[in-house]
């Protein structure tokens, strides 16, 4: 396995540590995530009894390839853990994410989170936000437009595509990624987009992360907002 594979491993394993019997966890989407859920399904055969709540179809998918339960987020009143990976960790601990495309669900799951994990390799921590692309969910109709407006707050957005095919996420949407320079005030910035038209979520997850485990040649790290 290749070492980047490898640090995303043991930190999506790692994060399977902060589950309990009986909980309802929040299960995020990307890479990372995966490594998280086959270590989950392996607890689930040997006895484990949780509830998941996917935040993307893909992982949807793999919950159900691994035989994890699920439950319909209509009948859910609390989610006990949620455990997502990230694009961009900050040094407070806001994130970037939607790099997958999922970021509108993923927010509306961690948001709900008595306890939200970030899962990630080395690479995505950072001393400020904004290298990465900001990734910006769309409706469709005046995408252009919008992107026009989200270009006046000082970015590049570019409509996110996929073999050859304007990328569509699961709820229907686009995604605009945005390229800005160094995101020093992430919340800010976030209202910013959030307040323009047409736009229905921005990929900054800003004051949510409680633990950020990250994977690296030593094993794993451990941040904690009060660190
Ligand atoms: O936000 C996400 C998807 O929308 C992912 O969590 C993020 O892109 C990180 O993915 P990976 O673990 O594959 O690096």
């Not at 994060?15 to 009986?22: C, L």
């Not at 989407?29 to 006895?47: A, F, I, N, Q, R």
């Not at 910013?192 to 030593?218: P, S």
Request: some cysteine.
């Amino acid at each position: 396995m290749e070492q980047l594979e490898m640090y995303k491993k043991l930190a999506g394993e790692k994060a399977v540590e902060y589950i309990e019997d009986g909980m309802t966890i929040g299960l995020g989407s990307g890479s990372t995530v995966y490594w998280m859920m086959k270590k989950v399904s392996e607890l689930v055969k040997d006895g484990l009894t949780i509830q998941g709540v996917p935040t993307s179809k893909r992982t949807e998918g793999w919950a159900k390839e691994f035989g994890i339960p699920l439950v319909d987020f209509s009948n859910v009143e609390k989610i006990d853990v949620a455990i997502d990976g990230a694009d961009e960790i900050d040094s407070e601990l806001q994130l970037a994410k939607g790099g997958g495309g999922s970021l509108v669900r993923e927010k509306i799951v961690d948001i709900l989170a008595e306890k939200f994990i970030v899962i990630a390799d080395k690479t995505k921590l950072v001393k400020t936000l904004g290298k990465f692309p900001l990734p910006v969910e769309v409706v469709p109709f005046g995408y252009e437009v919008t992107a026009k407006r989200i270009a006046n707050l000082g970015a590049t957005p570019v409509l996110r595509m996929k073999d050859g095919k304007v990328f569509v996420s699961d709820n229907g949407n686009y995604i605009l990624d945005c390229q800005f320079q160094a995101i020093e005030q992430p919340e800010l910035l976030h209202e910013e987009i959030k307040g323009l038209v047409g736009v229905v979520e921005t990929g900054l997850f800003v004051n949510m992360a409680d633990i950020v485990i990250i994977g690296n040649e030593q094993g794993t790290e451990i941040i904690t907002k009060n660190r």
